[in-house]
């Protein structure tokens, strides 16, 4: 059964994800995202930065949703008219957040990143890490050795294959 | 005109650089005068403007050509000299066998290579790279700020080494045994920004003596280190020998 497997099993190393300081610009942090996955078609991987503190601990994780949830905070509060395909709200949103989003860009990642709270050990099953990822709705889970070294990161996807390939065995 | 020949094996920034090099040295373009912009260039000779970039950058640093922020690039006055080739000892361009200091660490952690950094350490943009922020001081007076820069794969360890009070060159040469063979040395004024003003305790925008280093093991660029130091307390002092061939 899938709680045989332990999180250490489908973990993939932090060097997988890109690296970036707590002080970067969201800019920056863009500009990362475009070089490191989108120009090189890397979509298959979780596409999301890491974000450190000067004594390299991780505190924070940097998704694609976070950036664009951030742009124009309109953006949340206009998706119900996005679905009743209301054209004219959603012309005015796209010219608020280009209009806006210069100044957003130099802001630095730790003011929109999600700060890193929940950790996973090594040695625990898949089945615990998949349950605090989807009770909590994280995309990348963090795994600490002896609560304080960083060893990987478990994204839904490294979870979906451990579970399903023994679900299908 | 020469062409860049897109059947060469020489990379294409390579050969711009060598295009715009000839016509410095032939005179073609005069001394302290603009060149064309990034646009004209790409165009001309039907590059990106990542290689056009790449090659004035490496222009910049061997020092043919000058940036001017807001106006252009310039052919430098003083051109490098060649022909003599010399020697110093690569750790008195370090600083640190000068005195006795103490170094603070400010940060040592892990980014990516923003901004021109993939092309100034000379790899992929995609590739996590080691940063450390340095504070000198001698007694407890902070003198220099010094920011390095490694490739990760170059020295992943040294991510766990205890940096503080010790000789990045000699961790690097005596631990990891990467002998440093060649550094570029490039000797500049600077305004401080507002993070190293607080650092050595100065106003914004001081001047300050700015000192990028490369440093390469035989073909392999492993390190680039900017380092910013107080005017007051410079005590340069360099030997040259030349060599005779």
Redesign the interface.
């Known amino acids: 059964m899938s709680d045989d497997i332990t999180v250490k099993d489908v973990m993939k190393s932090i ?1 997988d994800y ?4 707590y002080w ?1 610009s969201i800019g ?1 942090a863009a ?2 995202i475009k ?2 996955f989108l120009k ?1 078609k890397k979509y298959y991987s979780k596409m999301a930065v890491l974000v ?5 601990n991780l505190i924070g994780i940097l998704t694609l949703r976070n950036v664009l949830k951030s742009l124009n905070p309109g953006l949340l509060t206009l998706c119900d008219d996005v679905q009743r395909d209301d054209e004219q709200s959603l012309s005015t949103l796209s010219h608020g957040g280009i209009a806006g989003s210069k100044e957003f860009m130099e802001r630095p990642v730790s003011e929109i990143m999600a700060p890193t709270k929940i950790f996973v050990g090594p040695d625990e099953t898949l089945a615990k890490a998949a349950c605090i990822m989807l009770k909590n709705d994280l995309p990348l889970l963090p795994v600490m050795e002896d609560g304080k070294k960083l060893a990987g990161l478990v994204s839904i996807a490294d979870v979906f294959d451990g579970i399903a390939s023994e679900a299908l065995e | 005109m020469i062409l860049i020949d897109r059947g060469s094996h020489q990379k294409l920034y390579r050969q711009l650089l060598e295009i715009i090099k000839g016509k410095i040295e032939s005179g073609e373009w005069s001394v302290g005068s603009q060149i064309p912009t990034e646009e004209e260039l790409c165009k001309t000779y039907d590059v990106s403007k990542a290689t056009v970039r790449s090659a004035i950058l490496e222009l910049v640093r061997q020092g043919y050509l000058m940036r001017q922020q807001g106006k252009g690039t310039f052919i430098n006055k003083s051109t490098v000299s060649e022909g003599i080739a010399m020697q110093t000892s690569l750790k008195e361009l370090m600083f640190e066998d000068e005195f006795s200091f103490k170094t603070k660490v400010i940060a040592h952690t892990v980014m990516m290579p923003i901004d021109d950094l993939d092309i100034r350490l000379d790899i992929s943009p995609d590739k996590h790279v080691i940063y450390i922020k340095r504070l000198y001081l001698i007694e407890d007076e902070a003198i220099l700020v010094q920011e390095t820069y490694i490739p990760y794969h170059v020295c992943p360890l040294l991510l766990e080494d205890n940096i503080e009070d010790n000789s990045l060159f000699d961790i690097v040469e005596k631990k990891y045994g990467i002998k440093i063979t060649k550094a570029k040395n490039y000797i500049d004024i600077t305004f401080l920004n507002l993070n190293e003003s607080v650092l050595l305790g100065l106003n914004e925008g001081a001047t300050a003596l700015l000192l990028q280093q490369y440093f390469y093991s035989g073909d392999t660029q492993i390190m680039y280190t900017r380092s910013v130091k107080r005017i007051d307390r410079i005590n340069f002092h360099m030997e040259f020998e030349r060599r005779f061939a």
Do not use: L, M
């Open positions: 060097f890109p690296h970036v300081p970067f920056q500009k990362i070089v490191s090189t450190f503190d000067e004594k390299y």
